[in-house]
């Protein structure tokens, strides 16, 4: 199993090389968001240690979200090309191909945070986070980032094509829009107030945000774990269900 999973993540990781015009996407996006919130909209928005201060957990977030979505495509590209059959005819665990898939965007979303997390400092963003802060910050992101490609692995397979698949990225990106990435929700109207404050994405941006500040916010952090680690659970055996049924047709 372990030999067959490395070999297909190497299999996804030389992928990503050879699309870095999507990769470059996935970290520009996020990069061109943070400077526009913060040098366009964060002169009108006055919060405690400064806009970037506040406005860089969403973006690591959204950076990470929308990336993760992405292990839709070459999931869908896989059911679709034949390289499925292909598989089947070779002496592998059918598993390995979606754990090699889950675990190279584990690790090519990682690395985007990192990116974004460079671009951050060098603009001025100067957390009072410790190491242990940031080692629980690492774990509940990589849940975050696990958990969401398993479920963009679902939406690969149950996608009729490359391009209806490539959608799920965009529905995930914009659902940090609705949640406290980028202004307080007690500033938005009472209708999205409700759905802001009790969507899954609010609270993993306020665990990240209280390790960040070296100010953890234990409720947040459980809450995010209790989410996303559940959503981990049923992702998992959901896309195990339609994978093996789509193989074995």
């Known amino acids: 199993m372990l030999t067959d999973a490395s070999i297909l993540i190497g299999r996804s990781l030389l992928h990503t ?11 520009l996006l996020p990069l061109i968001m943070l400077l526009l919130f913060v040098y366009v909209f964060g002169g ?5 240690g400064g806009y970037l201060t506040y406005v860089v957990p ?10 993760a979505a992405g292990t839709a495509v070459p999931v869908a590209q896989d059911m679709t090309t034949g390289a499925m059959d292909r598989f089947r005819s070779l002496p592998i665990l059918r598993s390995a191909v979606l ?8 690790l090519r979303n990682l690395f ?10 060098a603009i001025g963003f100067r957390p009072g986070a ?3 802060d940031w080692l629980l910050a690492l774990v509940v992101l990589t849940l975050y980032i696990t958990a969401m490609s398993w479920l963009s692995v679902c ?17 995930i990106l914009f659902l940090p829009y609705l949640s406290s990435a980028f202004v307080p929700i007690e500033t938005m109207p009472a209708a999205l107030r409700g759905f802001a404050g009790h969507q899954p994405l609010t609270p993993v941006i306020e665990a990240l945000r209280g390790f960040m500040a070296g100010r953890p916010d234990v409720a947040a952090t459980w809450t995010a774990v209790a989410w996303f680690g559940g959503l981990l659970v049923i992702a998992y055996l959901v896309a195990t269900w339609l994978f093996i049924r789509r193989s074995d047709r």
Do not use: K, N, Q
């Not at 090389?17 to 970290?27: E, F, K, P, Q, S």
């Open 17 to 27: 090389r050879r699309a870095l015009d999507t990769l470059l996407i996935g970290v």
């Open 155 to 171: 939406f690969g397979l149950v996608a009729g094509s490359v391009e209806s698949a490539s959608s799920f990225s965009f529905v």
């Open 58 to 67: 969403g973006i690591v977030l959204l950076c990470a979200g929308y990336g």
């Open 99 to 106: 754990v090699g898939h889950v675990t190279a965007s584990v």
């Open 130 to 132: 410790g190491p242990g």
């Open 44 to 48: 009108a928005i006055s919060r405690e």
């Open 112 to 121: 985007s945070t990192l990116l974004v997390l460079a671009v951050s400092f």
